[in-house]
């Protein structure tokens, strides 16, 4: 299985950029599709980006398009979320998650992280 760890989470305020990383190990990197979710406390995890093996095909949560961007460095073993014009309600929890087929890692990815957390201050 893929091990994967999150960083680069912390306090910015409203309207600054954060960039997210997430290493992953274990398995060939570039055999994963990768996603990043977010959770608030009482709330589901919800989506919000995702990028398949290549690096081609990426998709975003409608909250989050022409804000955030997800990629890859599949030589480095990496996943990164940039986050601009960051938001109050963009605060939570951020998981780095794997699955071997695309459609799963939008929905329920095999493979989570233990996540980072991002507060946004107005």
């Known amino acids: 299985q893929v091990q994967l760890v999150e960083s680069g989470g912390g306090l910015v305020q409203t309207g600054n950029s954060l960039r997210l990383s997430c290493a992953a190990s274990?398995?060939?990197?570039?055999?994963?599709?990768m996603g990043w979710f977010r959770q608030t406390p009482g709330e589901e995890r919800e989506f919000v980006a995702a990028?398949?093996?290549?690096?081609?095909?990426?998709d975003y949560a409608d909250s989050v398009k022409g804000r955030f961007t997800i990629s890859r460095d599949n030589a480095k073993n990496m996943l990164y979320l940039q986050m601009n014009r960051l938001k109050p309600e963009d605060t939570a929890v951020y998981y780095c998650?794997?699955?071997?087929?695309?459609?799963?890692?939008?929905?329920?990815?095999?493979?989570w992280g233990q996540g980072t957390q991002v507060t946004v201050s107005s």
């Open positions: 998650a794997a699955d071997p087929s695309y459609i799963p890692v939008t929905v329920t990815p095999r493979y």
């Open positions: 274990g398995r060939t990197f570039s055999n994963y599709n």
């Open positions: 990028i398949s093996r290549s690096g081609i095909t990426t």
